[in-house]
């Protein structure tokens, strides 16, 4: 069974740092790109960042681009997105989803095999 799993979410202060972990039972995760996304109340979903599945090319919306680090463990089956410099702005249930292809602009194109979330806050 294909199963997406996140963990590492929580709360945190502004400028606070928190590392998300999308873990993957069923398939190898480096066999496809996989990307980020979230969903902040009343909002629609929006990609965050993506890593590829061949080279490992890294992307990401202009946001988070030198805040956040996505990366690959592939002993562990395991994508990481390392966020540091939180806002409050970040404040979302954030998801791992697995897909084709990386869009440069940071978004994972054509996404399956979603998690369940996890919720990250970042308030004072």
């Known amino acids: 069974q294909v199963q997406l799993v996140e963990s590492g979410g929580g709360l945190v202060q502004p400028g606070g740092s928190l590392r998300l972990s999308c873990a993957a039972s069923?398939?190898?995760?480096?066999?496809?790109?996989i990307g980020w996304f979230r969903q902040a109340p009343g909002k629609e979903r929006e990609g965050v960042s993506c890593?590829?599945?061949?080279?490992?090319?890294?992307y990401y919306i202009d946001s988070v681009r030198g805040r956040f680090t996505i990366s690959r463990d592939g002993p562990k089956n395991t994508v990481h997105l390392q966020m540091n410099s939180l806002k409050p702005e970040d404040t979302a249930v954030y998801y791992c989803?697995?897909?084709?292809?990386?869009?440069?602009?940071?978004?994972?194109?054509?996404?399956?095999?979603w998690g369940q979330g996890t919720q990250v806050t970042v308030s004072p």
């Open positions: 890593i590829s599945s061949r080279e490992g090319s890294t």
């Open positions: 989803a697995g897909g084709p292809v990386c869009l440069r602009t940071g978004i994972l194109l054509a996404p399956k095999s």
């Open positions: 069923g398939f190898t995760l480096d066999h496809y790109a």
